[in-house]
T-cell receptor
Framework: KAGVTQTPRYLIKTRGQQVTLSCSPI?????VSWYQQTPGQGLQFLFE???????NKGNFPGRFSGRQFSNSRSEMNVSTLELGDSALYLC???????????????FGQGTRLTVV | EDKVVQSPLSLVVHEGDTVTLNCSYE??????LLWYKQEKKAPTFLFML????IEKKSGRLSSILDKKELFSILNITATQTGDSAIYLC??????????FGTGTRLKVLA
């Protein structure tokens, strides 16, 4: 079974630009979560999707948005990039069945975004 | 606000030592506590704990949850250089997210 796939792996963008990151979950997993990881901050929750519905959103500005498609693939978009958005963006999928988070999450390799 | 706190933030030991990593949590409607190992980028799953006092083991790693005192520990015995990583602890609640701590960076010297 293929793991969680994130593309691209690395990205360099200029301040003010926008970026779209992609995540393909493990086959059969309907829950996809996104996290931002920066040194000293740990993994900060961005949002979680299940069956194309956003069920929860973290404390990030509206420049951060996401969506999930009918095949469970997810994208996140960051508009008007700032230097502080430089981070590792991790996507995780889990075989949730619709209820609460009662299983482990499986992570992709992440997208390293550098804003210059 | 829900939070997970890990200690120590970093740790340097020698091969063969035993280490104990701590994770405390304050989470409304707590469901489970998970441990992950992050060596380069993708955190890899170690344990998921839902019941208090029941130890989970995998080789040299073990973990236990105390739901009364709201903490968990991860023990690694006979450490090896390959154990060097960031160890992440996360809690789940009824809010469709995993709440992560900042992690403990472990370095094992040969």
């Amino acid at each position: 079974k293929a793991g969680v796939t994130q593309t691209p792996r690395y990205l360099i963008k200029t301040r003010g630009q926008q970026v779209t990151l992609s995540c393909s979950p493990i086959s059969g997993h309907r829950s996809v979560s996104w996290y931002q990881q920066t040194p000293g901050q740990g993994l900060q929750f961005l949002f979680e999707y299940f069956s194309e519905t956003q069920r929860n959103k973290g404390n990030f500005p509206g420049r951060f948005s996401g969506r999930q498609f009918s095949n469970s693939r997810s994208e996140m978009n960051v508009s008007t990039l700032e230097l502080g958005d430089s981070a590792l963006y991790l996507c995780a999928s889990s075989p949730q069945t619709g209820g609460v988070m009662n299983t482990e999450a499986f992570f992709g390799q992440g997208t390293r975004l550098t804003v210059v | 606000e829900d939070k997970v706190v890990q200690s120590p933030l970093s740790l340097v030991v020698h091969e063969g030592d035993t280490v104990t990593l701590n994770c405390s949590y304050e989470v409304t409607n707590f469901r489970s506590l998970l441990w992950y190992k992050q060596e380069k980028k993708a955190p890899t799953f170690l344990f998921m704990l839902t019941s208090s006092g029941i130890e989970k083991k995998s080789g040299r790693l073990s973990s236990i949850l105390d739901k009364k005192e709201l903490f968990s520990i991860l023990n690694i015995t006979a450490t090896q250089t390959g154990d060097s990583a960031i160890y992440l602890c996360a809690a789940t609640s009824g809010t469709y997210k995993y709440i992560f701590g900042t992690g403990t960076r472990l370095k094992v010297l040969a």
